[in-house]
């Protein structure tokens, strides 16, 4: 079954309003987050590294004032998009990756399809 | 420059074929390679490799990877029309514990009936 929850899967809203998507790790504690756009027939490209207690890191290019990314608690991330415009939607997913045992692989959340209007 | 290079981009089979998936690589601290399979939504992992010469299999799908010569492929037998579907190589880097995988642009595999 999952192991990384997203949420929501789908969100359509008018220009200039701040989204909220959540990352919730399932069974196990994930320090680290990653959270990922991807355009139509594109790759995913990294827009962070959400730290559990500590400042997300961003990559370069990306807003940090306009993707805000809290990762309060060792199961949850959280991506905020403020004042979303067209040109911000896209596919948003979510990724972590358990701590305390080497060499995990990473999994993903079912993605964001963001749409605005 | 592109540290992960997956071949070919895209592939068209019939059904019952046998495809071949590419990806090398070019990372300082190699940690392990990841494929995973990507249909309308999130990628879904398939197979995570550490050390070479040894086959992972899961039914149809098989992968192996070569250290030595940075590579590695995913073999599909047996082609089905689910099949069809972008699969991506990832590369992990043994630099610390929060270190993003370093994605390929993906190979699209198409399965026609």
């Known amino acids: 079954g999952a192991v990384v929850s997203q949420h929501p899967s789908w969100v359509i809203c008018k220009s200039g309003t701040s989204v909220k998507i959540e990352c919730r790790s399932l069974d196990f504690q994930a320090t680290t987050m990653f959270w990922y756009r991807q355009f139509p027939k594109q790759s995913l490209m990294l827009m962070a590294t959400s730290n559990e207690g500590s400042k997300a890191t961003y990559e370069q290019g990306v807003e940090k004032d306009k993707f805000l990314i809290n990762h309060a608690s060792l199961t949850l991330s959280t991506l905020t998009v403020t004042s979303a415009h067209p040109e911000d939607s896209s596919f948003y997913i979510c990724?972590?990756?358990?701590?305390?045992?080497?060499?995990?692989?990473?999994?993903f959340g079912d993605g964001t399809r963001l749409s605005i209007l | 420059e592109d540290k992960v290079v997956q071949s070919p981009l895209s592939l068209v089979v019939h059904e019952g074929d046998t495809v071949t998936l590419n990806c090398s690589y070019e990372v300082t601290n190699f940690r392990s390679l990841l494929w995973y399979k990507q249909e309308k939504k999130a990628p879904t992992f398939l197979f995570m490799l550490t050390s070479s010469g040894i086959e992972k299999k899961s039914g149809r799908l098989s992968s192996i990877l070569d250290k030595k010569e940075l590579f590695s492929i995913l073999n599909i037998t047996a082609t089905q029309t689910g099949d069809s579907a972008v699969y991506l190589c990832a590369v992990g880097e043994r630099n610390s514990g929060n270190t993003p995988l370093v994605f390929g642009k993906g190979t699209r595999l198409s399965v026609i009936a």
């Open positions: 990724s972590a990756r358990g701590q305390g045992v080497s060499n995990q692989p990473q999994h």
